[in-house]
């Protein structure tokens, strides 16, 4: 089996009928046919990353949450000084 450009194959009429010919048949109801599903063992979720993970995020939003309150806290004090 030869490999074909894609854009090639738009352009020329006996590539494009070639590589129509090589299309799989598409079945209207495919999808309700039951395919064996395959499960790969290598994936699976380690404790130490979803701790890490956790810490991080917990970390990340404590920072955030004081740098919004430190901004607030500034703008409520130039504001009381100014009026």
Avoid: H, K, Q, W
Wanted: with cysteine.
């Amino acid at each position: 089996m030869t490999t074909m450009s894609p854009e090639l194959a738009l352009v020329d009429p006996e590539l494009r009928a070639d590589a129509v010919a090589r299309l799989p048949p598409i079945y209207v109801n495919s999808f309700l046919e039951s395919r064996a599903l395959r499960v790969e063992r290598g994936a699976t979720i380690r404790p130490s990353a979803a701790l890490a993970y956790l810490a991080l995020a917990i970390v990340r939003t404590c920072v955030f949450d004081a740098v919004v309150f430190a901004s607030v806290a500034t703008c409520v004090l130039l504001a009381s000084l100014i009026a």
